[in-house]
């Protein structure tokens, strides 16, 4: 969340005052936002769903009613955080964000992993990453429809004014493998292992492979230099997913680590609560980037730091409010409009889940 209030505060504070030099460093720092965002959410949903996890049919429930919400309402509130950019730019009406499509691989994400193995979630989601990028490359339609469609489900070159799109096939490749990978963050959380040195020994590998394949992207045809750009977005590339990725990795590992050793748990359960209530800071910080800044047009200068510290009280101070005084019990539509009955015998662990649902909701 950090760094999606960095970038978006770069490009409406620096970008919008024509500091563009300081405006592509912060957008560069902030690349792995997004990467972050969807392998978290992955690497959550497998690990609650795992063989052996209290994956019962209300947890389920729970997870698919947010995915719709995001779909839904969800969409709409990130639209509408955006009326001021689409009101300067009145062709930018196609969007689909980054919570679109989080909302899309949950659903899916749920329906495949019962009936699935981890390694075969991994190898659909390389599959349907690497198909994605080869009709990304080959196919250049003429047609209106068919450039819509590739766009929204392929990729394409993005543009302020015409539109930004999260494509979904890459994403969702991408998510099916943080499915796998929370399956075996589950176990090695089951088995007591040393968490924080196993993902240090993935997450260093990850950065450094994309570093070398972003140096060395020279040195392959153009058209291919966008597979070993770190900085490839829009569609994802595979070296902008890896050090993504790493930096993530890393993320955890560092959590893992202050967890274990019961250094900072005050900050660790800010941390939480955040994450806990992601959503609406994700939607308030559209508000005051996209609308507040961008109406404000403050110039530039020495304060910026100040600047941004009072977004993030704003960002992240709307997140403990709302968890103080709302909860999550407002994001929902509702699934399932019909209730499913509860067995009658459950085990231990879908009971301490029921227990929990009820506490809650109330």
């Not at 730019?89 to 495949?112: C, E, K, Q, R, Y």
């Not at 879908?350 to 506490?359: C, P, S």
Request: hydrophobic share 55%.
């Amino acid at each position: 969340m950090g760094l999606v209030c960095l970038s978006h505060f770069g490009l409406f504070y620096f970008w919008n005052a024509g500091g563009l030099q300081a405006a592509h460093l912060i957008m560069h720092v902030a690349l792995p936002a997004t990467t972050v965002f969807m392998l978290v959410s992955g690497i959550v949903c497998g690990m609650l769903l795992a063989p052996g996890a209290s994956g019962s049919h209300r947890l389920k429930d729970k997870l698919a009613d947010r995915a719709l919400f995001l779909l839904g309402p969800g969409h709409l509130m990130v639209r509408a955080g955006h009326w001021k950019v689409i009101a300067m730019a009145p062709a930018s009406s196609h969007w689909l964000f980054a919570t679109d499509v989080i909302g899309v691989s949950l659903i899916l994400g749920i329906w495949i992993i019962p009936r699935t193995r981890s390694l075969t979630r991994a190898a659909l989601g390389f599959l349907l990453f690497g198909a994605s990028w080869i009709i990304y490359l080959a196919w250049s339609p003429h047609a209106l429809y068919a450039l819509l469609f590739k766009d929204f489900m392929f990729g394409e070159v993005q543009s302020g004014a015409s539109g930004v799109i999260f494509p979904i096939l890459p994403w969702l490749g991408f998510y099916f493998v943080a499915l796998a990978f929370g399956e075996q963050v589950a176990a090695w959380r089951e088995q007591s292992r040393d968490l924080a040195r196993l993902l240090v020994l993935i997450g260093v590998p990850l950065v450094v492979v994309a570093v070398l394949l972003h140096l060395c992207r020279g040195l392959v045809p153009f058209n291919l230099q966008l597979l070993l750009s770190a900085g490839q977005k829009y569609p994802p590339g595979p070296t902008y997913l890896l050090f993504g990725s790493g930096f993530g990795v890393l993320l955890l590992a560092t959590n893992a680590w202050l967890a274990k050793q019961g250094y900072f748990q005050r900050t660790l359960e800010f941390f939480a609560l955040v994450g806990r209530n992601a959503l609406v800071v994700f939607l308030v910080q559209y508000f005051v980037y996209y609308c507040g800044f961008l109406l404000l047009r403050l110039p530039i200068s020495r304060l910026w730091p100040l600047y941004f510290g009072l977004s993030l009280v704003v960002n992240f101070g709307t997140a403990w409010l709302w968890e103080r005084y709302f909860g999550s019990k407002y994001l929902t539509v509702g699934w399932p409009w019909r209730r499913r009955p509860l067995p009658a015998t459950v085990s231990s662990n879908e009971t301490a889940v029921r227990t929990a649902f009820e506490i809650a909701e109330k």
